[in-house]
């Protein structure tokens, strides 16, 4: 089999899994103007996946919200402003799952608590486990990815401009995907 | 600690003038108020001109900048803002990463001499000032019958809306130190 063979928590060796920045993404999609799809990402963020030996595993992730990336500069700043994610008193979007279940044909479920401007709600996402694989310097990688949906007015996140003829600029839903490269780091 | 302030009204004899006169006279320990005077000099709006801002509005964007907060009072004017205000914020929230008024708080009061007390204008000014980025308090101060509001010595007559109006500056004192907090500034 190749490096991408799919395998279950079971199979992968304990340890703490650290991320490749470079090889990760992590970003959100929401509909815009009702019909279309908007998408930014995240530059600045961190991932940290702990096995213990007994398969069970946790999975934390920290995102920088000034790393926000879209392309326009001045929306950049609008949605860096307090309108919008308020990165100068909220600098950080933070993960937590405690819970992690890979089934056996690698798909991924994790559930665990979201913090956007202080605002904590529990989550649930879902996805793959790719790996392990044995890559250079015989470093053990994992790829990860997941997806969600949140309901943003919940964290915080309430602006929006109404339709001349109905509807709203923005939609509450945004999907959040992070894609992840993770490297078992050395004992 | 530094407060701007900005009648949004020209006139010589402005009610909100006088409104942040008397905001002058509540202001928490270790605060200072200083009220803008050059809001009429200010050019109208062009983006062409963006790339060399005439010097008064330099001067407007500085005031803001080395100020800790803004305190503004607004007439009202066909349910809105005056022009020349609107304009004058327009000026101190571009460019939007570097404007003046990003992420600076500030709070918006109003007098009138309507029964309403600017409501509708403190509104559509918190409204605007949200969107230029600044961090904009959830409180108002409506002075109704304006032209009957004040004693000589430019306080409110009501003692309520006195107080009122000390609770809207130290609302803004107490933001700036949870700014200056967070950003450790």
Avoid: C
């Avoid at chain 2, 320990?29 to 109208?44: R, T, W």
């Amino acid at each position: 089999m190749s490096a991408t063979e799919i395998k279950t928590s079971a199979t992968i060796p304990a340890g703490t899994y650290r991320l490749d920045p470079v090889h990760s993404s992590a970003g959100f999609a929401v509909k815009h103007m009702v019909v279309a799809t908007f998408r930014g990402r995240f530059e600045n963020f961190d991932a940290t996946l702990t096995v213990d030996e007994n398969g069970s595993a946790s999975l934390t992730g920290a995102v920088q919200v000034d790393s926000l990336e879209v392309k326009d500069e001045n929306l950049k700043a609008h949605l860096g402003s307090p309108e919008f994610f308020d990165a100068e008193r909220y600098p950080e979007i933070r993960f937590d799952a405690s819970q992690v279940d890979v089934a056996h044909d690698g798909s991924l479920t994790v559930a665990g608590d979201l913090t956007i401007k202080d605002q904590t709600h529990p989550l649930q996402a879902t996805g793959t486990v790719t790996g392990p694989a044995v890559t250079f310097g015989d470093v053990i990688k994992l790829g990860v990815t997941l997806e969600t949906v949140i309901d943003r007015t919940k964290y915080g996140l309430n602006w929006n401009a109404p339709l001349p003829k109905g509807g709203f600029a923005l939609a509450d839903d945004v999907t959040l995907t992070v894609e992840l490269e993770l490297a078992r780091e050395e004992a | 600690m530094r407060l701007l302030a900005v009648s949004g009204s020209l006139r010589r004899d402005s009610h909100n003038s006088r409104l942040l006169r008397a905001a002058a006279q509540q202001l928490p320990p270790g605060v200072e108020l200083e009220i803008y005077d050059g809001l009429k000099q200010i050019p109208p709006f062009d983006e062409d001109d963006e790339s060399a801002p005439a010097p008064e509005v330099l001067e407007w964007r500085d005031a803001i900048e080395s100020a800790d907060a803004v305190l503004f009072a607004t007439p009202e004017y066909n349910s809105s803002i005056p022009g020349q205000l609107k304009n004058a914020v327009d000026w101190a929230s571009r460019p939007k990463a570097q404007a003046a008024l990003r992420n600076k708080p500030v709070a918006v009061i109003g007098a009138s001499i309507s029964m309403f007390g600017a409501l509708w204008s403190q509104a559509e000014l918190r409204k605007v000032l949200s969107a230029s980025g600044a961090r904009v308090l959830d409180t108002e101060l409506a002075v109704a019958t304006a032209h009957e509001a004040f004693d000589d010595e430019d306080q409110l007559i009501e003692a309520e809306l006195g107080d009122a109006l000390g609770s809207v500056v130290q609302d803004l004192a107490d933001a700036v130190q949870r700014r200056s907090q967070t950003v450790g500034a």
